[in-house]
T-cell receptor, first 111, second 114 residues
Framework: RKEVEQDPGPFNVPEGATVAFNCTYS??????FFWYRQDCRKEPKLLMS???SGNEDGRFTAQLNRASQYISLLIRDSKLSDSATYLC????????????FGKGTLLTVNP | SAVISQKPSRDICQRGTSLTIQCQVD?????MFWYRQQPGQSLTLIAT?????????ESGFVIDKFPISRPNLTFSTLTVSNMSPEDSSIYLC???????????FGSGTRLTVV
């Protein structure tokens, strides 16, 4: 089993749609969780951290279920500018702060 | 969050040669990380660069192939040695954010080995 697995995608949705990404992780000792966004030929950029209680930032909602080792990202009212690859990222924490990346899910929002 | 200057942004190199990639951070950071992103793949950690000690390499990566320097808390280099076409990839450096939560990446070096 891969350390971090994501929906394979790609996702093609119309503007205004709601889209959800799912991610599972294998290391139950993982401590920190993130969603990153990577535009074509660009470096990854932090979209949001994921907290146990769930958190929302505008149109984006992230949730974490530690028991199921599952993370999700919901995008509401999607915009053309949301088109990118979304990376689920898990940190082992501790002094090393090693990040493990999922393969990413490509989202294309169409006009 | 920290600002990272990474260079070169891209290069085309002959097989058998070496390329050194530099990352300069605008603030002092304890750990710097070097990642590789092969075409169509996600990021894979190569090594963690610690100031004043040898880098810690992940499984599948060795110092002879990817020597790393970390002379101070704001700078690091990664060398890709004796390159082959399989080394064609994007190489990225990363640091933890100032609040140690989340990570910032350099803009990446797109390497093509011919």
């Amino acid at each position: 089993r891969k350390e971090v697995e994501q929906d394979p995608g790609p996702f093609n949705v119309p503007e205004g749609a709601t889209v959800a990404f799912n991610c599972t992780y294998s290391n139950s000792a993982s401590q920190s969780f993130f969603w990153y966004r990577q535009d074509c030929r660009k470096e990854p950029k932090l979209l949001m951290s994921v907290y146990s209680s769930g958190n929302e930032d505008g149109r984006f909602t992230a949730q974490l279920n530690r028991a199921s080792q599952y993370i999700s990202l919901l995008i509401r009212d999607s915009k053309l500018s949301d088109s990118a690859t979304y990376l689920c990222v898990v940190s082992s924490g501790g002094s090393n702060y090693k990040l493990t990346f999922g393969k990413g899910t490509l989202l294309t929002v169409n006009p | 969050s920290a600002v990272i200057s990474q260079k070169p942004s891209r290069d085309i190199c002959q097989r058998g040669t070496s390329l050194t990639i530099q990352c300069q951070v605008d603030s002092q950071v304890t750990m710097m990380f070097w990642y590789r992103q092969q075409p169509g793949q996600s990021l894979t950690l190569i090594a963690t660069a610690n100031q004043g000690s040898e880098a810690t390499y992940e499984s599948g990566f060795v110092i002879d192939k990817f020597p790393i320097s970390r002379p101070n808390l704001t700078f690091s280099t990664l060398t890709v040695s004796n390159m082959s076409p399989e080394d064609s990839s994007i190489y990225l450096c990363s640091v933890t954010s100032t609040d140690n939560y989340g990570y910032t990446f350099g803009s990446g070096t797109r390497l093509t080995v011919v």
